[in-house]
């Protein structure tokens, strides 16, 4: 993930750093604000990202870039049993 950034981003039309590709989540996807790019919260985030980032190839798509692609159980499926 971490290794993937700088990267250009269509929708924003520009090259993005990871920071600020956080803080686009933070705004768009959670209506939030966004933080300073040295806060200490940043820092821990990018942090974490970059211990996911250990061992994941450059190029390779990292499991959180695989959304929908779970089979989720259909009703009436044996949640218990593991069926």
Known sequence: ????FPQYRARDGSVTMLEQRINSC???SL???PLP???PAMVDIVAYM???SQGVPVGRR????QAGTTRFP???EGL???Q
Request: hydrophobic fraction near 30%; proline fraction near 0%; aromatic fraction near 4%.
């Open 26 to 28: 933070f705004e768009r």
């Open 50 to 52: 970059t211990g996911l």
């Open 31 to 33: 209506n939030g604000q």
């Open 37 to 39: 790019l040295d806060h």
């Open 1 to 4: 993930m971490v290794a993937g």
């Open 80 to 82: 218990a049993r593991g």
């Open 62 to 65: 990292h499991l959180c870039h």
């Open 74 to 76: 259909r009703q009436g």
